[in-house]
């Protein structure tokens, strides 16, 4: 699936080449044993989890750590950039992977299968136009049965920074806070940190919080 006419410049950013350069910029095996070791902390305390949608899923390295904690999960994608959602359909049914916009994602409309366990946004918030950002926080919510886990850059307050000589496409915020705030039936489980200097399994300073429907 896949819709053009992006509204946003970070849409078009993401969509275009440079989204498509950071395919080969983070590719590897050694990515996909750090998200391994991500997930199984964060998510210590959600017991099986047989379903995954992932916003801004790129080519899949997450969605390939969570299919070795969990072999059976059913997984869903949404990717903005055409040559990485190419490549997540080597790995996930091409029904399952949505080329589009988060932004364009309809949960009502485009996916039939009543929410899943567990709804990640990964690097991926932190990208979003501010003033487009309630839109997505609604979508992960819609769709989301009982888990949202949020993997993203934090600060107290929302600030822009530059993203490899990029003005306006990193911004910082209590994404997980803001969330929790909206939706008042979304708990936190857990959360947690995993600096860029871990000796095993580092992540770029992630801050990481697992939210909880309590009325799903």
């Not at 964060?42 to 801004?56: H, K, P, V, Y």
């Not at 959360?191 to 200097?197: A, L, Q, T």
């Not at 992540?203 to 697992?210: G, M, R």
Request: charged fraction near 25%.
């Amino acid at each position: 699936m896949n819709k053009q006419g992006y509204i946003t410049e970070q849409e078009k950013f993401w969509a275009g080449k440079f989204g498509t350069e950071y395919i080969d910029r983070n590719k590897s095996q050694k990515a996909i044993a750090s998200n391994i070791s991500l997930f199984s902390r964060a998510l210590r305390m959600a017991g099986q989890i047989n379903s995954c949608i992932e916003f801004g899923a790129n080519i899949g390295l997450n969605l390939a750590a969570l299919r070795i904690l969990y072999p059976f999960q059913d997984q869903y994608a949404v990717e903005i950039n055409k040559r990485a959602a190419g490549e997540l359909r080597e790995n996930i049914p091409e029904n399952k992977v949505f080329e589009m916009s988060i932004l364009d994602f309809d949960p009502i409309n485009t996916v039939k299968w009543g929410g899943v366990d567990l709804v990640l946004s990964k690097g991926v918030l932190i990208h979003i136009n501010p003033d487009l950002l309630q839109e997505a926080y609604n979508k992960l919510y819609a769709c989301a049965k009982q888990y949202i886990l949020i993997a993203e850059y934090y600060n107290p307050k929302p600030v822009s920074i530059s993203y490899r000589g990029h003005d306006n496409k990193l911004f910082k915020r209590d994404f997980a806070g803001e969330l929790m705030d909206k939706f008042t039936d979304l708990t936190l489980s857990d959360y947690g940190f995993v600096y860029h200097r871990d000796l095993a399994f580092p992540q770029d300073d992630i801050n990481w919080f697992l939210l909880e429907k309590t009325d799903p």
